[in-house]
């Protein structure tokens, strides 16, 4: 028998940053997510989107922690890969950095079908913080980009069903606690990589599921899609339907005619073939299509204003051309969640290719819209007929269940735990318990005992579960103070703040290390709106942490620079300027010279009554490694020091300053 898919391992040197430490604080604050839009814009809306819109908005984080402890100094480094390939394509996969497909190749031509980074550069991006750009990128949970963006998934090779081989990625996805799956190959001579995808909620409840595949593409092509409309979302936040391919005199197909970040979710016609591809001027494109399921598609632009070159450069090294995104998901918009029932699942294939929409090899991208819609469907329909993708689908669905053969990579163990708890037979995405590791086994004892160990050392706490299941174990757990902790982190999530504040208040009295539960306070003070008590709180805590802090080390680091930077902030709100000045002195060299922290240094001094020295530190130049998408704190900033013009190096600015 012929393999007509090969799997094969790879190594990968680039030039990469570090990932670091995971943020050890809890995330107990409302979700930080810019995908709002104004009441005003629900009125024109289908009555189905709307009603998606305001189906089971992720508000919260927990149980997933920040990841916030990447830099920006990039040195040649080695990423594992694995490389999946047929005479046809070669497409490269990173199972530790999210599945990403980070490479897709056309073989005969040579021609790299994707936007492909040539550095690995965490941004905060991702709904966790860190996320990096490039390649094709599987987004499930929430509106966003998926909290797995640079976390390992399981992989193995699987049977395929043209009797070759697939490679299986899978995981638990813990903000809305489903398994996922992610199988792809190619079939003999094809030259589209096949993608099967299946979504299963396992729990006798509802759940809520979000699915976007994100596509990188240069952004010297022209993007197109069988839709005369689209979805306008801009970082204004307004969600406007507009004309397709022109929109305020300018035809926003081609990615740098728009002047400022933009998503562009197509309205597609029923029963119109779902496909979107972007098309160089020389008629060559990469086109994505999918079975019907997976009905919505989207263009995301940087736009061509300073803000987006900015963060262009920002993901990348010098020198690199810029990219945008074309997407394919669930819903219409990104904004929109769906509703999955009890013990169900949803799948779907999705095919990704190289299409020649010149056969005079001349034609170029121009021309009118609708004559080159037609001319890649026709294309299209020549490659891989429509019905071929169904018949795909079909013949790969009894194969989503088969058991992995060889494990190429391991993910987490919080699916393990979980399919522990429950006692889940997920045929095909196996979670086995020696995928458990110290992460999971006080929690593990807690399912076995009844009781929630305490730290064998004094360290920072670890991860909360939250889910409706682990809080009712901790509410009859003995009350030790660890397990307060923990259950008031719980409560909090599930809205019950003022039992999580008594919950917190009670282990403090008995806690030997009491900076975790007056963190939690202080945040609960600020949510109430009261920032002196807040402020008064976490100065009590980077003390008590300070007199605990065993060493100079990673993890002691991260919990220094975390509540050093929400401690900094609390006590410059409530204007104490002296007491965030002894914080601040108290901080490690290597944290104060960090850009988050640099930034936090020339808000102290404009504080202090010393603007001088505040421009000092933006005319040294810094660099804010976790700046968030949306996020105008440096321009603001900068507006209360001075008149003039913000420098282009600080320029993030991804919207019009008036609406």
């Known amino acids: 028998m012929v393999i007509v898919t090969r799997i094969r391992r790879e190594v990968l040197t680039l030039p990469a940053a570090q990932l670091g430490p995971d943020n050890p604080l809890p995330p107990l604050r409302p979700l930080d997510e810019v995908h709002h839009?104004?009441?005003?814009?629900?009125?024109?809306?289908?009555?189905?989107?709307?009603?998606?819109l305001g189906h089971a908005p992720l508000t919260s984080l927990l149980p997933v922690r920040v990841r916030d402890g990447y830099g920006r100094h990039r040195e040649p480094r080695t990423l594992d890969a694995?490389?999946?390939?047929?005479?046809?394509?070669?497409?490269?996969?990173?199972?530790?950095?999210?599945?990403?497909?980070?490479?897709?190749?056309?073989?005969?031509?040579?021609?790299?079908?994707?936007?492909?980074?040539?550095?690995?550069?965490?941004?905060?991006?991702?709904?966790?913080?860190?996320?990096?750009?490039?390649?094709?990128?599987?987004?499930?949970?929430?509106?966003?980009?998926?909290?797995?963006?640079?976390?390992?998934?399981?992989?193995?090779?699987?049977?395929?069903?043209?009797?070759?081989?697939?490679?299986?990625?899978?995981?638990?996805?813990?903000?809305?606690?489903?398994?996922?799956?992610?199988?792809?190959?190619?079939?003999?001579?094809?030259?589209f990589l096949h993608v099967g995808v299946r979504v299963r909620n396992p729990h006798e409840r509802p759940a809520a599921t979000y699915w976007w595949s994100n596509i990188a593409v240069p952004e010297d092509r022209r993007i197109l899609a069988p839709a005369q409309e689209a979805w306008h979302f801009g970082y204004e936040r307004r969600l406007r339907r507009v004309p397709v391919p022109s929109y305020h005199g300018t035809d926003r197909t081609h990615p740098l005619n728009s002047p400022y970040a933009a998503d562009y979710f197509y309205e597609m016609p029923d029963g119109r073939r779902r496909w979107i591809a972007a098309q160089a001027a020389d008629g060559h494109a990469l086109v994505q299509t999918s079975t019907d399921v997976l009905r919505g598609r989207k263009l995301f632009v940087w736009g061509s204003r300073p803000g987006g070159r900015t963060w262009q450069r920002w993901l990348t090294e010098p020198g690199t051309d810029g990219y945008c995104e074309i997407q394919a998901g669930l819903a219409r918009t990104q904004l929109e969640h769906v509703r999955m029932e009890a013990e169900s699942e949803i799948s779907w294939l999705e095919a990704y290719g190289p299409l020649d929409t010149s056969p005079g090899g001349d034609d170029g991208d121009d021309g009118d819209w609708g004559d080159a819609v037609r001319a890649v469907e026709e294309r299209l329909e020549a490659a891989l007929p429509r019905t071929r993708v169904e018949e795909a689908y079909a013949a790969w669905k009894p194969y989503a269940d088969a058991e992995p053969g060889e494990y190429l990579a391991t993910g987490s163990g919080w699916g393990a735990l979980e399919v522990l708890r429950a006692d889940l037979k997920l045929s095909g995405t196996p979670f086995p318990e020696s995928a458990l590791g110290e992460a999971q086994a006080p929690w593990r004892e807690l399912l076995r005992t009844g009781s929630l160990p305490e730290p064998r050392r004094v360290r920072p706490p670890g991860e909360t579960l939250v889910a409706p299941h682990w809080r009712d174990m901790l509410e009859t757990a003995p009350a030790t103070p660890h397990t307060e902790y923990h259950l008031g982190v719980a409560q909090w999530h599930a809205g019950d703040r003022a039992q999580a504040v008594r919950s917190w208040e009670r282990g403090l009295t008995l806690a030997p290390s009491q900076?975790?539960?007056?963190?939690?306070?202080?945040?609960?003070?600020q949510e109430a709106g009261h920032h002196e008590r807040a402020a008064e709180r976490y100065a009590d805590a980077f003390d008590d942490l300070c007199r605990e802090r065993r060493d100079d080390g990673e993890t002691w680091t991260a919990a220094l620079a975390a509540l050093g930077r929400e401690t900094l902030e609390a006590l410059l709100r409530a204007r104490r300027a002296a007491d965030a000045r002894s914080v601040w002195e108290r901080l490690l060299p290597a944290v104060r010279q960090r850009g988050r922290f640099r930034l936090l240094e020339a808000e102290l001094l404009l504080a202090e009554g010393r603007p001088a020295g505040a421009r000092a530190v933006f005319e040294e130049g810094f660099e804010v490694d976790d700046l968030r998408e949306g996020v105008i704190a440096i321009d603001r900033l900068w507006a209360r020091l001075t008149a003039e013009p913000l420098p282009a190096r600080y320029d993030f600015r991804m919207r019009p300053d008036t609406p």
């Open 82 to 191: 694995l490389v999946i390939e047929n005479d046809r394509l070669r497409a490269t996969v990173l199972p530790g950095l999210g599945g990403r497909v980070a490479s897709l190749v056309h073989l005969p031509t040579g021609r790299e079908l994707l936007y492909r980074n040539p550095v690995f550069q965490p941004a905060n991006f991702a709904l966790n913080g860190a996320w990096y750009s490039g390649g094709i990128e599987w987004n499930i949970g929430a509106t966003g980009h998926t909290t797995l963006s640079c976390a390992p998934l399981h992989a193995a090779r699987v049977p395929a069903p043209d009797g070759g081989e697939m490679l299986r990625l899978w995981e638990w996805e813990r903000l809305r606690d489903l398994p996922f799956q992610v199988d792809l190959w190619l079939p003999d001579g094809s030259d």
């Open 515 to 525: 900076w975790p539960l007056l963190r939690c306070l202080a945040v609960a003070d």
């Open 37 to 52: 839009i104004d009441a005003r814009d629900r009125e024109e809306m289908p009555r189905d989107m709307a009603r998606q």
